[in-house]
């Protein structure tokens, strides 16, 4: 065995010894496999139906020329810029991530607090009822435990405007998935691949929305 392979070999081992008990794949199975046939349960369990209602709801949004509001924290904050911009350049929907201008984010971070980052911008941006809130998240928020309160008070204020609620989380008990009206739940199909999963499906559906007859109105390069 190469030296290259046998340390990556010696690293894997480490790994799954660390993860102990936790690790949820059997015995002589390799992780790659185990990750793959759980993206494999995801898809084939995702909710078709719930996708072609967001569908219809962004296509809506176009419609009547408002605009799209995609929230995130974390790795779901980069899925929203890369999906502001498919929304933007496939689908001609006018659409906006919070996330993506630091400066205000940290400006009202440091003066306000995180908890109203998202809800202040919204504000400032004088969302309205012709628009609609897509979340993407993995809890979607919980104001009970203190876990992206920033996405709670963003729904809440939403709800307050008028707007649409449209979502793409991992869990289908946090705040956003029971105050949306259109959410996509990614399941849970295994407890310690919620976070990849879900955001890694994120992008899935999102690139399936922007393919959409309903809502593509560009051609991609390749």
């Known amino acids: 065995m190469a030296g290259g392979r046998r340390l990556a070999w010696r ?109 202040a911008w919204l504000a400032g941006s004088r969302l309205g009822a012709a628009d609609a809130l897509l979340v993407l998240s993995v809890g979607g928020g919980d104001p009970q435990r203190q876990v992206s309160v920033n996405l709670v008070r963003a729904v809440e204020y939403g709800r307050q405007q008028g707007c649409r609620i449209c979502a793409i989380v991992g869990r289908d008990g946090g705040y956003t998935a029971r105050h949306a009206d259109v959410c996509v739940v990614v399941p849970a199909v295994d407890a310690v691949l919620v976070t990849p999963l879900t955001e890694a499906f994120q992008a899935v559906v999102w690139h399936l929305l922007v393919s959409h007859p309903k809502l593509k109105v560009a051609a991609t390069k390749w």
């Open 11 to 119: 690293h894997g081992q480490v790994l799954a010894r660390r993860a102990g008990a936790g690790a949820s794949w059997g015995a002589g199975m390799r992780f790659t496999d185990h990750f793959l046939e759980q993206a494999a349960a995801v898809l084939e369990q995702l909710d078709r139906g719930a996708i072609e209602a967001l569908a219809d709801e962004l296509a809506g949004v176009r419609h009547r020329g408002g605009r799209v509001f995609v929230l995130g924290v974390g790795g779901s904050a980069a899925n929203a810029a890369h999906a502001v911009n498919d929304l933007r350049k496939l689908a001609g929907v006018e659409a906006y991530a919070p996330t993506d201008n630091v400066a205000e984010l940290t400006a009202r971070t440091n003066d306000e607090g995180w908890e109203t980052v998202f809800a």
